[in-house]
């Protein structure tokens, strides 16, 4: 043990059994990973969990070494109970493989052995993985001379607020390991160019509409990183004062109404926003993005059809992951692609590549000059994939380990970033500089989310009903 016992306190911490889901209270821990001693990467798997829902691996939250296990194989603790302890160097004396008591100022109260009468616990859900057909390439029509081209400084920008969306979530994802962020998260590593290549068309008092998955349009959109934090801290000081979440985050001064969790819930309300933009004669446009589950629900025979007969001035942006939760598209959609569906409603529908932020940019650059033209909606389906599950819960295993490897491949900022380099647009020297820079914007956004009051009980319905 070492000498100076505080500063050893310090660079310790706490891995804790996360929190897996609104009906899960526990997990159990399956195996660890890593053994006491070992080295840790941030984001390398450290244990398997299983809970009545799923089995899946969770990842270590920072990097370091596995100092003790407090909650072995085969135990079960409660969420947020403490589960391990990791320490910041190597030569901290650990615990050893078998050793699992608890040092002291960390309880192991919630634990309870797999034998114990926790029902459910022990069952294993069968799993179904689906096999789904390589990422095709939709090659994006040729390029009309009336086509905005776009600077290198639009480039660079929309590279940039990419990166802003891949590490706000990465950083949300961690600060949900680490058990300081409450609630629910659908989160949106991968989709990333279509969010960003549809907004950077936007103009000022345009709206978007969103999903529950709705962390990178709002980013896209502008809505401020800082706002957008506490809003998924549930401070006062949120984009929606604490009362919105995650799942409902907006910002109408930036230009996003406030994102809907219902399925489908968006369309009917970008519709709307569009009908009063006709009505009021502001030259506005709405993008309304939604993903491929929601095409199968009524609200988008609904919302499409009213603004296809009144020429709304609507752009629906499906973005077409491939999966609605574990649903795989082809199980449940009868056509190949959701863009045909345009034709029942007497609209354009186009299908374009969702991981290459140019081809989002021109192809919605078209659809929006449309609408704003009193040409009315298009139906521009992107194709595109979720990098992570579908929720904090989701191990994804649905989906073939061929199929997702594929899909990194094409990871939208990783070919944007290539390109830019190839060009000579970017510089090695700036990428680095752009990702410090949005790491120090992200620490302060976390460090004022956490300092921010919480919402006052007085001020519980203001701001929800208007009259
Ligand atoms: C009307 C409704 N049904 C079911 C759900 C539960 N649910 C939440 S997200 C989701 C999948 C949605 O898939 P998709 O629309 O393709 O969007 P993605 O999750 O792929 O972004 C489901 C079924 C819900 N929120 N609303």
Not at 439 to 454: S, T
Request: contains cysteine; charged residues 25%; hydrophobic residues 35%.
């Amino acid at each position: 043990m070492l000498a100076n016992r505080s500063g050893w306190r310090r660079m310790r911490h706490k891995i804790i059994m996360p929190d897996l889901g609104q009906t899960v209270a526990e997990g159990k821990i399956v195996r660890w990973l890593k053994q006491p001693g070992d080295r840790v990467e941030k984001g390398e798997p450290l244990f398997e969990v299983e809970t009545d829902k799923v089995t899946m691996e969770v990842e270590a939250f920072r990097a370091g070494y596995l100092h003790e296990i407090l909650v072995g194989g085969g135990e079960i603790a409660g969420a947020a109970t403490p589960i391990a302890i990791l320490t910041d160097s190597p030569n901290e004396s650990h615990g050893g493989p078998s050793s699992h008591a608890p040092e002291p100022g960390f309880k192991k109260t919630s634990s309870v052995t797999a034998s114990g009468s926790v029902p459910g616990v022990q069952r294993k859900h069968a799993r179904r993985r689906t096999t789904s057909p390589a990422p095709e390439r939709v090659v994006a029509p040729p390029r009309s001379t009336t086509e905005p081209k776009l600077t290198t400084d639009q480039k660079l920008g929309m590279y940039r607020r990419m990166v802003l969306c891949r590490m706000f979530e990465e950083r949300v994802y961690y600060l949900f390991l680490e058990g300081r962020l409450p609630g629910t998260i659908h989160q949106s590593q991968g989709q990333e160019a279509s969010a960003v290549g549809v907004c950077s068309v936007l103009e000022p008092g345009d709206m978007i509409t969103s999903t529950h998955r709705p962390h990178s349009h709002a980013i896209a959109r502008g809505v401020s990183v800082t706002s957008l934090m506490a809003e998924l801290f549930a401070k006062a000081t949120g984009c929606c004062r604490g009362k919105g979440g995650s799942m409902h985050v907006g910002d109408r001064d930036a230009g996003m109404l406030p994102a809907i969790a219902i399925v489908g819930g968006g369309i009917p309300l970008a519709a709307g926003c569009a009908l009063s933009f006709q009505y009021l004669k502001q030259p506005n446009i709405v993008a309304c993005f939604f993903g491929e589950g929601a095409t199968n629900i009524g609200t988008f025979h609904e919302g499409v059809n009213i603004a296809a007969i009144w020429d709304l001035p609507v752009v629906f942006v499906c973005e077409n992951n491939r999966y609605a939760a574990s649903t795989a598209v082809e199980k449940v959609m009868k056509v190949r692609r959701v863009s045909e569906r345009a034709a029942a409603y007497g609209i354009p529908g186009e299908t374009q590549d969702g991981n290459d932020v140019e081809v989002v940019y021109r192809a919605m650059a078209r659809a929006a000059a449309r609408a704003r033209d009193g040409a009315g909606p298009t139906l521009l389906e992107l194709e595109t994939y979720r990098l992570a599950g579908h929720s904090r819960s989701d191990p994804g295993h649905y989906r073939a380990a061929e199929e997702v490897a594929g899909w990194k491949v094409r990871d939208p900022i990783a070919a944007y970033e290539t390109r830019l380099l190839a060009e000579g647009l970017l510089r090695p020297k700036a990428v680095a500089e752009i990702r410090s820079a949005i790491d120090h914007e992200l620490d302060e956004a976390v460090a004022r989310a956490e300092q921010g009051p919480e919402p006052r009980p007085e001020d519980c319905l203001s701001d929800v009903f208007s009259e």
